[in-house]
């Protein structure tokens, strides 16, 4: 199979810039003509058109009848839609995150902050962890922790390095019925508990951020404590609101702004830039093109940057949970691939690890690889070093015999700066690839009905039923 690749063909436009990022997709395997048509197709199925009617505030969550309103979460347009309710609630968080950072709330003892630990998972900690990751300062006066898994040793091992006089909880759930979430808030609770933190002085140590009005009630703590999210935020999309509350509290309000205001700098080149030069819906147009035409089912993220490195599960949850699905909201069913499988690692590590395989393996993968053109250090020489490794995969992974059925197509993904604002724009640079392919593919990129099944078999299998027969009686059911 002889496959050209798109910067053999004279006359196109393989790179475009917007928000100090710019992306190559030079080394994607498509000709000239081939990408003329993609440009069609996207001008056919209005994709631009679909991606603006959500950030209007159409229903576009058809099987749970909602809007997608992530977008206004970073709009400080006030024609945005629920403007209003959204920069009270922002304004309400980031006074309280300032409060902690500058002392004026402290625990029930008098003791500054020192350590936050956010309860929460999947989208309630996959975000504000990658964000965390990326930006925290090597040596940080607020330490965060991300308890997640409903697993004891993560759990003890997060406890053991915190002192509860100093300790903030956030409980982070946008349902307010996750059960891993339930456990482990009520495992700190009982901590708190221990170490004679109960009533008025828990106050001082725990809030709730739910799309739940009642969720401050349920945990005994008072309306001040609680932080609200709507339902028309999709968890995978939620680092934007209240989620991000130990973003704020752990890099300053200043900083979490920074960050919102990147997203909506991406948000407006989505909106309002051509396809052509339009970053997330030509990361679409790739993406869709190897899925549909080149039968490519996995998508690799390869971050030269230590700092992007929790980015590759925020992104996978992100893709994977949106788009792996097979059937139109109609229930129709899709022919073909529709979304690919993400993982990936930071670059240079698995350059030691899985390149192997990419180079020379039986598999078909996209891939994107990433760097900063600022280091985040002062060491040169290992900037240096980085960058050329960086460089040099981007084209030892296309080079293979051209003979083989087994190749990669790779896009680049340069920031000028990993900045809280580029991070912003990255971060919603992906949320856009991954609605406007759903767009492409006809998916509603909003619900996640399969994780829901796992989350009612559970509950059902700790109480004592057969998952085997459980899922039998909902299949009769159907
Ligand atoms: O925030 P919560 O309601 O606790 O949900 C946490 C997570 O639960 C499920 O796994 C959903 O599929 C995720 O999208 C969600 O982020």
Known sequence: MLLPFLRDSAGVNTSATACGIRLDISRQRLSADDFKRLLELAESKGLLDAFKRMVQGEVVNASEGRAALHTSLRSWNPRAPHYEEVARERERMLNFATMVRDGRWRGCRGDRITDVINIGIGGSEMGPHAVWHALHPAKADI??????????????????????RSTLVVVSSKSFTTR???????????????????????AKHMVV????????DVMCLPAQNFFHLWDWVGGRFSVWSAIGLPL?????????????QGANEMDRHAFNTPVEENLPALLALMAYWNATRLEITSHCMLPYDERLRVTVPWLQQ????????????????????????????NGNEAQHSFYQWLREGTGRTSIDIVWSEMPGHRYAEHYRVLLANARAQAEALVMRDPASPYFNAVSTIVFDAVTPRRLGAFMAMYEHKTTMLGSLFGINPFDQPGVELGKRLSKRAEAGGDPARILREEADRQ
């Open 143 to 164: 330490h965060l922790h991300f308890l997640s898994s409903v697993d004891g040793v993560l759990l003890e091992r997060i406890l053991a390095q915190c002192n509860p």
């Open 180 to 202: 891993e979430t339930q456990v482990n808030s009520a495992a700190v609770d009982q901590w708190l508990l221990d170490n004679g933190i109960v009533g008025a002085d828990r």
């Open 209 to 216: 951020v739910s799309a739940n009005p009642h969720a401050a």
């Open 248 to 260: 704020a509290i752990g890099l300053g309000a200043e900083t979490f702004r920074e960050f919102l």
């Open 318 to 345: 992100l893709e994977m949970e949106s788009l792996g699905k097979t059937v139109t909201p109609e229930g129709e069913r899709i022919p073909g691939h529709t979304g690919l499988s993400v993982w990936g690692s």
